[in-house]
């Protein structure tokens, strides 16, 4: 076996086993983080950042940290589901699960992009801020009397300073992908808002 081969397989494992945990952590963190930053443990947008910094530290080919993204969300919900069993909250992860198994590879091959310049890295840029940004307006206008705006507005301003990052450090002085970056986070963003407002 090679070194490279060997390098992968051993991000491969830590991803996945760095999944398993933290998304057993949120079960936690609902408890002890502050209220008006708890929304991070119970939302779409904490397991897809969780997800896209653990695919992006991996540092894995294209097709590699797509699967990778679809392991890391499953593992988040399965953690997340056996801890919070555990501690006398039965919690079903089917639902989340196979949402991780459609959005996930989008969500890996995102981070893995995010590393490249012009088409690439303006489609990784839509997709992450898009979510981002659909995440903060679901949260403000759907949940916004039950939760606090402090994590929404968070979330908005990261995805906001990554698209603000990427277009002036990596989708620079072209039209296609410049659109790319400001359509597709517009309508990432609406379709996560619509689609969440109708679960």
């Not at 076996?1 to 992968?8: F, K, L, P, S, V």
């Not at 998304?23 to 929304?39: E, I, K, N, V």
């Not at 590699?64 to 069993?85: E, I, K, N, P, R």
């Amino acid at each position: 076996m090679t070194t490279r081969r060997r390098g992968t397989l051993s991000s491969i494992a830590a991803v996945l086993a760095t999944s398993l945990v933290l998304g057993g952590l949120t079960s936690y963190a609902q408890g002890f983080l502050p209220d008006w930053f708890s929304s991070f443990a119970n939302s779409a947008s904490g397991w897809t950042l969780l997800t896209a910094v653990l695919v992006f530290l991996a540092r894995c080919s294209w097709w590699v940290s797509a699967l990778l993204g679809a392991g890391s969300f499953v593992l988040l919900t399965l953690g997340y589901a056996a801890v919070s069993t555990l501690r006398g909250f039965v919690y079903d992860p089917t639902f989340f699960a196979i949402i991780g198994l459609i959005a996930g590879p989008f969500i890996g091959l995102a981070a893995c992009w995010i590393r490249r310049r012009d088409l690439r890295a303006a489609a990784a840029t839509a997709v992450l801020a898009g979510i981002g940004a659909g995440e903060a307006v679901y949260g403000l206008t759907v949940v916004g009397d039950t939760t606090s705006p402090v994590y929404w507005v968070f979330i908005g301003a990261v995805a906001l300073a990554l698209a603000v990052f990427m277009l002036a450090r990596r989708v620079r002085r072209a039209l296609l992908p410049i659109t790319v970056v400001l359509v597709g986070t517009a309508l990432v963003a609406a379709a996560f808002t619509v689609a969440f407002s109708l679960l």
